[in-house]
């Protein structure tokens, strides 16, 4: 993993166009933060999906070991809400021995064993959480005593420590908060985080409250005011007037190249990066012709894409295993840039004169553009990509509808092969099933390779159902594999993590007790 920051000033003439502003309040510990998004729609950390929920995740919850500040490699797990643990030699039983001076937000006491067995019997049920396929193999989950919890699994799972980690599923609740709450936690969660939630302002912010309890310390920030503002020039003319301290940046090399030409504020470009793929659904019309997949597929030229976004922000990525998790297999991928191939397999499937394509498309910033780039290239070889260009969480609703035939979508995930392929490519996790996840393409044809994996005990073979798998999806044609987009954000140069940023699991900046604000 590479770390990517550059010290910016903000420029004279946004700075005199602002005049007019009111001075930066950081002095009152206050961090005022700014979000691509329109509102809020949970912060269950079992429900909480989106870019925009994701961040504070980590500033609210705990797992019961966690990716340090900074990290977001599996290599660097360390202790969190478990002092320590032990697993048998078969790797089906695990032994977690809690911290004993942990307590939640508010007055909902101290951490026990049973919130922690409630927190992952949630994760682990589809009808209470978003992640519980990744969980099937949790077998049982008891509370020993009342800081000692045991889970044994019905077999070893790859990556088992990223289950229980400060990400997605893996988050613990308080069982009380979580129970007289019921449908509504999303709307007032309870943790153990550095800080705890204060209030939704719906469609304008969300205010966190440092936890003066936290058992690494209290924070050095008194509060977050987490604001909710869609457009990119509006997010970026509050920082440069000292309104927020940190925003969700425009993930584009140009607006990186542009800021990089100034000097009090700084760039962080950091991992994971949420994998852009473009899926096609295998049983809409004409799309249920492999030849009409794999003409869009020999349609697509990733390099101009990638080009266009920028290296540095979105390396190209070589299978439907995204870039650098294990078990990636970039030998499988073999469709490349042919845009007359394209043009005689339409005509070979009785598309001499053309095809439309229907496609729901967000208007978010970071998927849009490329969409207009895709749509281009596409009509070039007599393929009209039909966008439906809805906002956001619209989108999000339609796709998981099953409404579109081409669905770009992008996604981080723990980074190992198996999570990726279970959520995008098994029959399970296709839309509109109980089970649904995100496989937008109906793809089926890899799900024997894919359960061998997550039972295979040696290596190798794991790394060689991984690799049928991928090869299976490729032959398949389910979807093409576009780029990694990484990670960006801007931060005043006052703003002070307490910690080099190069990767986050929760796609935001991770606010701890050690991040301040500094004069």
């Known amino acids: 993993m590479t770390y990517f920051t550059k010290a910016v000033a903000l420029s004279a003439t946004l700075a005199a166009s602002l005049a007019w502003a009111e001075p930066s309040l950081a002095q ?6 700014g979000i691509n998004a329109p509102e809020i729609k949970t912060l269950d950390p079992h429900r909480a999906s989106s870019t925009a929920e994701k961040g504070p995740m980590s500033w609210v919850f705990n797992g019961l070991v966690r990716f340090p500040p900074g990290s977001a490699s599996p290599q660097d797990l360390e202790p969190d809400l478990a002092e320590s643990w032990t697993t048998s030699e078969d790797g089906t039983e695990w032994v977690f021995t809690l911290k004993q001076d942990v307590k939640f937000h508010g007055d909902w006491g101290a951490l026990t064993a049973e919130d922690v067995v409630y927190s992952l019997e949630r994760a682990k ?6 992640f519980a396929a990744a969980y099937a193999a949790f077998e049982t989950i008891e509370a020993v005593d009342d800081h000692t919890v045991r889970i044994v699994l019905a077999h070893p799972v790859p990556g088992f420590l990223g289950l229980v980690s400060n990400y997605h599923g893996g988050n613990i609740v308080s069982k009380a908060a979580a129970e007289q709450e019921g449908e509504d936690f999303g709307k007032q969660p309870v943790g153990t985080g550095p800080f705890a939630f204060e209030r939704y302002d719906t469609q304008q912010q969300v205010v966190f409250v440092a936890h ?10 008194d509060e977050i005011d987490y604001r909710l503002i869609q457009a990119d020039a509006s997010r970026e003319l509050a920082f440069a007037s000292g309104e927020l301290d940190l925003i969700y940046g425009k993930r584009e090399q140009r607006w990186i190249d542009r800021w990089a030409r100034e000097e009090t504020a700084k760039v962080d470009v950091f991992w994971p990066a949420e994998y852009r793929t473009l899926h096609l659904n295998t049983t809409m019309e004409p799309l249920t012709d492999k030849r009409v997949r ?3 597929a020999r349609a697509i030229n990733v390099d101009e894409i990638v080009a266009f976004v920028g290296e540095d922000v979105g390396p190209k990525g070589c299978s439907v295993v995204p870039s650098g998790y294990l078990g990636e297999d970039c030998s499988a991928w073999s469709y490349s840039y042919d845009p007359e191939a394209a043009k005689a397999l339409l005509a070979e499937a009785g598309f001499e004169t053309g095809v439309t394509i229907k496609a729901v498309v967000s208007s978010n910033n970071a998927q849009l553009p490329i969409m207009e780039v895709i749509q281009a290239q596409l009509t070039k070889v007599g393929i009209t990509l039909d966008m439906q260009v809805v906002d956001h969480p619209t989108y999000h609703e339609m796709i998981r509808d099953d409404l579109s035939g081409a669905t770009f979508y992008g996604a981080a995930r723990f980074p190992i092969a198996d999570t990726y392929l279970t959520e995008f490519y098994h029959s399970d996790a296709i839309v509109g099933k109980p089970t649904a996840i995100t496989n ?3 793809c089926d044809v890899a799900d024997d390779a894919i359960n061998t994996a997550k039972t295979e005990g040696d290596a190798d073979a794991q790394l060689a159902a991984w690799s049928e798998a991928q090869q299976l999806i490729h032959e398949q044609i389910c979807s093409v594999p576009l780029f990694n987009l990484r990670q960006v954000w801007l931060r005043s140069a006052k703003l002070d993590y307490g910690y080099d940023l190069e990767g986050e699991m929760n796609l935001a900046p991770r606010i701890t007790e050690m991040t301040e604000l500094t004069e």
Do not use: C, N, Q, T
């Not at 049920?125 to 978003?130: A, G, I, L, Q, Y």
């Not at 003066?212 to 920030?221: E, L, Q, T």
């Open 28 to 33: 009152d510990k206050i961090l005022r933060v």
């Open 125 to 130: 049920d589809p009808e209470r959480s978003s």
């Open 212 to 221: 003066d309890g936290y058992f690494r310390g209290a924070p050095k920030i």
């Open 294 to 296: 794999e003409a869009m």
């Open 440 to 442: 937008f393409s109906h």
